[in-house]
């Protein structure tokens, strides 16, 4: 059976991306979000996610960008003075690595977060982070230990593995899709790719910790390599070659207006067509067409 969670990141972001989060939900093919509780629309965010309770929310857990949720005086080695966040994700990264910022404050925060999002009404059925930032074995134990103590059992695991013949003819490694000519993307934004490769290197001690914490994940996941570049045929392509087992399909759908551009994000025009792909309806024809279950991330067992 082929079971599809496809979920967009970054919901409270801005108003633009909750309305295009929304739309596509309703819409379109859009199962899941992951919503950022330090984030300027996040009480726009909430208030929308109220009045669809069909819509499975879960925790966008951020370290880069924006105020933290705990106290400065709590999580002293990750934030600043006045409370903000490290600006950047190699800021994080080499700090976390250098062992400048405790894993304790990590988790301080990051339980931090995912209680702002509970006390707003919200029971999340899942988490991951922003910017993918758990893939480094320090933020990836604050980040299991985080969810486990909130009673959170399902995570995202930011893998992505190109497929190549081995695991065609049936080898037992999980992989996942990788472009053909036909999309336009076979040489696709070399960065993400590379990102893709790079981040398969914690994946084992990612399994084990899986295990350890006693937590699900599906078993692929999709959307790395062509973050910003998924237009319809492109989605299209991808659930044509969804294997057998869960996967997860992250993607960011929005509009792009002044507000999102004044975030400095990366992804402002791709979220448009991000939004019309997972509206599409040949989109939708070819999840039918391919027996595509589509789930959200609460009822991944």
């Not at 208030?47 to 005086?73: F, S």
């Not at 999002?117 to 982070?129: E, L």
């Not at 937590?215 to 319809?232: C, E, Q, R």
Request: aromatic share 4%; glycine share 8%; net charge neutral.
């Amino acid at each position: 059976m082929k079971s599809l969670i496809v979920n967009a990141d970054d919901f409270g972001l801005t108003i633009g991306v909750n309305d295009g989060i929304i739309q596509a939900f309703r819409e379109g093919i859009l199962t899941s979000t992951t919503l950022m509780a330090n984030a300027d629309a996040f009480d726009d965010a909430v208030a929308k996610a109220r009045e669809l309770p069909g819509l499975d929310v879960g925790c966008h857990l951020v370290l880069t960008g924006g105020r933290a949720i705990a106290p400065p005086e709590k999580i002293p080695s990750l934030v600043t003075r006045n409370g903000n966040l490290p600006k950047s994700l190699l800021d994080v990264v080499t700090r976390v690595s250098a062992g400048f910022i405790r894993r304790i404050d990590i988790e301080t925060e990051f339980r931090a977060q995912i209680e702002r999002i509970r006390d707003a009404g919200i029971v999340p059925s899942h988490v991951d982070t922003h910017k993918h930032t758990h893939v480094h074995p320090k933020i990836m134990e604050a980040f299991f230990d985080a969810a486990a103590a909130c009673g959170i059992t399902r995570v995202r695991k930011p893998f992505e593995k190109p497929l190549n013949k081995a695991t065609q003819n049936g080898a037992n490694e999980k992989s996942a899709w990788t472009p053909s000519p036909k999309s336009g993307l076979a040489k696709g934004d070399k960065l993400q790719r590379l990102l893709a490769g790079l981040s398969g290197v914690s994946a084992p001690i990612f399994r084990r910790g899986l295990r350890a914490h006693e937590l699900k994940s599906p078993d692929y996941f999709l959307g790395i390599a062509v973050t910003g570049h998924m237009n319809a045929a492109v989605l299209q392509e991808m659930i044509e070659n969804i294997p057998d087992g869960s996967s997860e399909l992250m993607c960011h759908p929005g509009t792009n207006d002044a507000a999102l551009e004044a975030t400095g994000t990366r992804l402002t025009k791709s979220r448009e067509i991000e939004l019309q792909a997972l509206v599409d309806p040949e989109v939708r024809a070819a999840i039918r067409a391919h027996g595509v279950h589509l789930m959200p991330y609460r009822d991944l067992n």
